[in-house]
């Protein structure tokens, strides 16, 4: 019975995924998130749900577009995943080594040669601060981009994909980097993890929690008060910025994804045209959901 269990977990999410009933398209918030995008320079998918209504605003939702950083949500599921079989202990103390460094800004690629780290503390950083080098090492821990795209697949996730260092998929990592998905499954996936429908009700409840502790907070996080609690993922490129969030809103959960690629403006400033329309995105959101809120971010305080 307890190696049926997991497998009817799965079979149950995946049937709640699947199900698919006709959407309700919030059409005044669809043109005021069209009247943002109108102009820009580039290419740009969003997706937004209100859980607790229903109602969707879908933008070139199932195009594909790269994930950057994103994709280490997969990854963190596919960790997750190998714990729920047996095959990973969560306790587990790893050994750091220099072949493992990516080169960056990362914490982990800072390890001297043969230090130890809790695989917990890795999973963290993977997500909190957005490490690549432990992301690449938990990809190999999780089975590789092989594994995770098997379960992606099996879970109803029909275009997100690991690309890098994943066999066969070189012609998707040459044009999407190091992971592709949609504007719809990547909300999705949150939403799944929400829900306590990814790997496990326990797994989910982890996962939530990891994704509630974002370093870099300065694009659609900033245009949220600080005390409502969110969950997310950023991901940027020189031609692509993205972010999914989830946010436990007042009057009701809401998730969105956007994603853009082709941009023209490539600079790594804070006023790239992507970070900003991912800005005016979230701060309209925001506004439409909880119109009485009142709230504005601090004078100044993109300062620090």
């Not at 800072?110 to 695989?119: C, E, G, I, M, Q």
């Not at 929400?194 to 409840?205: D, F, H």
């Not at 982890?206 to 997310?232: F, K």
């Amino acid at each position: 019975m307890r190696l049926l269990q997991p497998l009817l977990f799965c079979l149950l999410s995946f049937a709640t995924f699947a199900q698919n009933p006709k959407e309700k398209i919030d059409k005044k918030l669809t043109q005021k998130l069209e009247a943002l995008t109108k102009g820009f320079e580039g290419e740009v998918g969003i997706y937004v749900k209100h859980l607790k209504t229903g109602k969707t605003v879908a933008i070139n939702a199932d195009t594909l577009f790269p994930t950057a950083s994103m994709i280490k949500v997969p990854i963190m599921v596919g960790v997750f995943n190998k714990i729920e079989r047996g095959e990973l202990d969560p306790k587990t103390i790893l050994q750091y080594r220099d072949s493992l460094y990516y080169a960056g800004e990362d914490i982990v690629g800072n390890f001297k040669d043969s230090s130890l780290v809790a695989l917990s503390k890795v999973q963290m950083l993977s997500i909190t601060t957005s490490d690549n080098t432990g992301s690449l090492w938990l990809q190999h821990l999780a089975g590789t981009g092989t594994a995770i795209n098997q379960w992606l697949e099996r879970n109803g996730f029909q275009y997100t994909r690991m690309n890098s260092r994943t066999p066969g998929r070189r012609p998707n990592w040459e044009k999407y980097g190091w992971g592709q998905t949609t504007p719809r499954e990547m909300a999705s996936l949150l939403t799944m993890i929400r829900e306590g429908k990814a790997v496990s009700p326990a797994a989910s409840e982890r996962m939530y929690r990891n994704l509630g502790r974002i370093y870099y907070d300065s694009e659609a996080l900033s245009q949220i008060p600080p005390y409502v609690h969110t969950a997310s993922k950023s991901g940027a490129v020189n031609q692509s910025k993205s972010e999914v969030v989830l946010v436990n809103a007042p009057h009701g959960d809401y998730v969105f994804c956007i994603i853009t690629k082709n941009q023209k403006d490539q600079r790594w400033q804070d006023d790239n045209a992507g970070y900003v329309l991912i800005r005016e995105v979230s701060k309209t959101l925001w506004q439409h959901f909880e119109p009485k809120s009142g709230w504005k971010p601090a004078p100044g305080v993109e300062r620090y």
